[in-house]
């Protein structure tokens, strides 16, 4: 099995502080946005540059010339988060997941990959920071680097875990989120999808959304992937 999670709010809890400043600084820089907070923008679920874009959309900035700049954005918010984020982001582990992790890695045909909105550089480094980067091979997962579409996410996950150039199968594969788009982008592959209500939605959205099932904690979380599995 094929397991696909999300960072935020899923692996890590409150740990997208500096995540976000280092975004608003990428667009005061490239764009001059001087006051990126001031959009209300729902970040969670959402790619960085689908959040980048929604946010330059709103102050007026045309859509050419943020397709011109999105790679000057992409860059500049992984330099900023590279100097801003935490030396340590242990303490930002949702409690008891890093066990669950350990042992799904030990299981025996289990894969653990990523499907994050993240750019794939701030995803690294958050897991670095974390302890968690030993479980998640490089050359694995979906970012918001890939695609600033999510629901071409999992479908890109798939496809870097396969072999002789087949994706591997919808079958076999499950995302792990916690935000009705998480749900959404695992539907648009027609992949299983397994809720935490540990983000900013409660377990009744994420059920709402089409969740299969939904945990409130990592423990129940490593109960449901069991009985799937």
């Not at 030990?106 to 030993?134: D, I, M, Q, Y």
Request: aromatic share 4%; hydrophobic share 45%; with cysteine.
């Amino acid at each position: 099995m094929l397991l696909l999670f999300d960072i935020d709010g899923t692996l890590l809890l409150k740990a997208h502080g500096a995540h976000r400043e280092s975004l608003h600084a990428a667009l005061r820089e490239v764009h001059g946005i001087a006051d990126p907070a001031g959009a209300h923008i729902q970040a969670a679920g959402r790619t960085d540059g689908e959040i980048a874009r929604a946010i330059a959309l709103q102050v007026g900035i045309s859509a050419e010339r943020i397709d011109e700049q999105a790679d000057a954005v992409r860059e500049a918010t992984c330099a900023e988060f590279a100097r801003r984020c935490p030396p340590d982001l242990r303490d930002r582990v949702a409690p008891g997941m890093e066990d669950v992790l350990r042992a799904l890695a030990g299981r025996p045909g289990t894969r653990l990959s990523l499907v994050t909105g993240n750019f794939e550089p701030v995803a690294r480094l958050k897991l670095e920071r974390a302890g968690l980067a030993e479980l998640f091979p490089a050359g694995q997962g979906g970012f918001g680097s890939d695609d600033e579409d999510r629901a071409a996410l999992p479908g890109i996950a798939r496809r870097r875990a396969g072999l002789d150039g087949r994706a591997y199968p919808r079958g076999h594969t499950l995302v792990i989120g916690d935000t009705p788009n998480d749900v959404a982008c695992a539907r648009a592959d027609g992949v299983r999808f397994l809720g935490i209500a540990t983000g900013p939605f409660a377990a009744g959205d994420l059920r709402a959304a089409g969740a299969e099932a939904v945990a409130t904690d990592a423990r129940g979380l490593g109960e449901l992937i069991a009985r799937l599995g």
